[in-house]
């Protein structure tokens, strides 16, 4: 049913004024009817469809639209009316039947049950060739539905009608031809209230009436709006290949005016970092020694294993003690020297009072006469023993430089013994203090040699 209204409806496009478009999503929903018919509008499922279907197979599908067999042939009324029927076994007719028609107005009647409803099936199905009582009732073969149920058979019914010379003629089903000239009776019940209705509900009321529910509701299916949601109808993405081409075309003008400049510029400032890296080295050189190669670990490798590795423990040695430990030998190193510098002056009085010790040591033993010339003590002219002792106190500044001579030693010796221990602590440590240590063991071989 809905195949044979939609091919009527191919023939109203097939004036000029109808699109090549048009005609094609016409014959694309021909092509895939069966599989169109059982989606509807709910989630836009149909136009979904007929929107993939178009992307697949738009550049195949004619644009003509194609003459079916009943539309070559011409359409006219073989019979002018009906005589007779023949009906059994069929629906409720176990046995056959003849009904004679062969008169201005045939009435039916009879009690529930005695075939009027069979009978109007009889007629339908003599003229149309289906029953749209099976269709509404999903009978996949009409047979199931129109064989009698006593005898289990069904026999097509057999309609014989008058031609225009008032010859009989037998007459074969054709739902084209006369399609219109049917109305079964159950269709009639709500049509006396039509004027009562809405006109979205007279349509409906009409199509039913002449059987065209399901191509209504087939209709009715297809939505008026194709936007961008289904399917690109404005060029959309031909508009961004557009935008995207004049973005490569100033790219590749970039690639030819201002990127080889550019080059040259990095090119020189490669050369330039270069050389502060070192004179007479290359780039690429300078690169490789940082990052490094398959075959040598890069200088940047190698400090992050530097910062990697366990930090020395804390040695409690801060730059002031240390300071504080260095200016002290320091002022005692440059002390001891100027002392030393003096008692070096002085060497011929620091003899003397070595002499006069050695008398004042000789007096215990010879208290009455000279130590040198064993003159009695009574005739000398001057006494040796007292002579020395007042020496001797006249000389005691010298002893006292030497006493701080040997305390500076000692105190030089106890800072050189405490500088031991920290300097290896020290040296331990990354070169952060290299000052520092190198002026450690400056004053380090200063003081050995002492």
């Known amino acids: 049913m809905i195949r044979s209204e939609y091919l009527g409806f191919l023939k109203t496009l097939t004036g000029e004024d109808v699109s090549a478009d048009v005609r094609k999503i016409a014959n694309l929903v021909l092509n895939y009817l069966d599989t169109l018919i059982p989606l509807s509008t709910s ?38 009316q009906l005589k007779s029927i023949s009906v059994g076994p069929f629906r409720g007719f176990a046995k056959q039947e003849n009904f004679d028609l062969a008169s201005q107005l045939v009435l039916i009647y009879g009690p529930n049950g005695t075939g009027k409803s069979s009978f109007c099936e009889a007629l339908e199905f003599g003229l149309l060739g289906n029953v749209a009582e099976a269709e509404n009732k999903r009978f996949r073969n009409q047979q199931d539905y129109l064989i009698n149920a006593h005898t289990s058979s069904f026999k097509p019914p057999a ?7 008032g010859e009989e003629i037998e007459i074969s089903a054709n739902e084209a031809l006369y399609r219109f000239c049917f109305v079964e009776k159950n269709r009639i019940d709500s049509f006396s209230r039509i004027a009562a209705l809405a006109p979205a509900k007279q349509t409906e009321l009409i199509s039913t009436l002449f059987g065209l529910d399901a191509f209504t509701e087939f209709v009715r299916n297809f939505t008026d709006m194709m936007d961008t949601r289904y399917i690109d109808l404005e060029g959309v993405k031909a508009i961004e290949l557009a ?98 510098d003096e008692l070096s002056k002085a060497s011929q009085d620091v003899s003397f009072k070595q002499l006069y010790e050695a008398v004042t040591r000789v007096q215990e033993s010879s208290t009455d006469q000279c130590p040198a010339c064993q003159t009695p003590l009574t005739q000398v002219k001057i006494n040796p023993f007292v002579y020395a002792e007042a020496e001797l106190k006249k000389l005691e500044y010298f002893g006292q430089l030497q006493e701080t001579e040997e305390t500076l030693l000692d105190d030089i010796a106890t800072s050189l013994n405490k500088l031991s221990v920290i300097v290896p602590r020290i040296m331990s440590w990354p070169p952060v203090n290299s000052m520092i240590t190198v002026n450690i063991a400056i004053h380090l071989c200063r003081h050995v040699e002492l």
């Open 243 to 340: 935008k995207k081409r004049g973005v490569l075309a100033g790219y590749q003008q970039q690639l030819t005016t201002t990127i080889p400049e550019e080059i040259q510029n990095i090119e020189k400032e490669e050369k330039e970092l270069a050389k502060e890296y070192r004179e007479d080295c290359a780039f690429s050189d300078m690169v490789a020694e940082i990052n490094g190669t398959a075959d040598k670990i890069g200088l940047t490798k190698q400090l992050e294993d530097e910062l990697q590795k366990q930090l020395p423990q804390k040695s409690n040695v801060t730059a002031a003690n240390l300071e504080e430990l260095t200016q002290s030998i320091e002022t005692n190193v440059n002390e001891l020297e100027a002392k030393q």
């Open 43 to 80: 989630q836009g499922q149909r136009i979904k469809k007929i929107a993939s279907l178009s992307k697949a197979n738009w550049g195949t599908i004619s644009a003509d639209i194609q003459s079916t067999p009943q539309q070559a042939t011409a359409q006219t009324c073989p019979f002018m």
């Open 159 to 165: 309609l014989v009608g008058l031609d225009s010379q």
